[in-house]
């Protein structure tokens, strides 16, 4: 059984950082890319960010890039997204979901797809004050 659990939202004030852990059961962690994803109340579930199992290729959505690094440890089967720069449009829950390959056979197109993503994690918080 896949589990992912993701860790590390909170409060914070606009302009200030947050990194956001993402620990996966499982061995074979490795074998798969993943990706974030957030929703803000009342909106749809949006893409935020993305990576290949090797961590070699990543992909974000535009309203974070520059701000938002992806990033992976295969050894600690965990996935991160470090946060700076934080607005409050960011307020929102995030996600971390495994994807079905280690690539995204579509490049950007399939990377923010949901349906590309076959496991997710509970959520975790994010609130960024002005």
């Known amino acids: 059984q896949v589990q992912l659990v993701e860790s590390g939202g909170g409060l914070v004030q606009a302009g200030g950082s947050l990194r956001l852990s993402c620990a996966v059961s499982?061995?074979?962690?490795?074998?798969?890319?993943m990706g974030w994803f957030r929703q803000a109340p009342g909106k749809e579930r949006e893409f935020v960010a993305a990576?290949?199992?090797?961590?070699?290729?990543?992909y974000y959505a535009d309203s974070v890039k520059g701000r938002f690094t992806i990033s992976r440890d295969n050894a600690k089967n965990t996935l991160y997204l470090q946060m700076n720069s934080l607005k409050p449009e960011d307020t929102a829950v995030y996600y971390c979901?495994?994807?079905?390959?280690?690539?995204?056979?579509?490049?950007?197109?399939?990377?923010?797809?949901?349906?590309?993503?076959?496991?997710w994690g509970q959520g975790t918080q994010v609130t960024v004050s002005s």
């Open positions: 499982g061995r074979t962690f490795i074998d798969y890319a």
């Open positions: 990576i290949t199992w090797s961590g070699g290729r990543t």
């Open positions: 979901a495994r994807g079905h390959s280690q690539y995204y056979t579509g490049g950007m197109y399939s990377a923010r797809s949901p349906h590309e993503y076959n496991y």
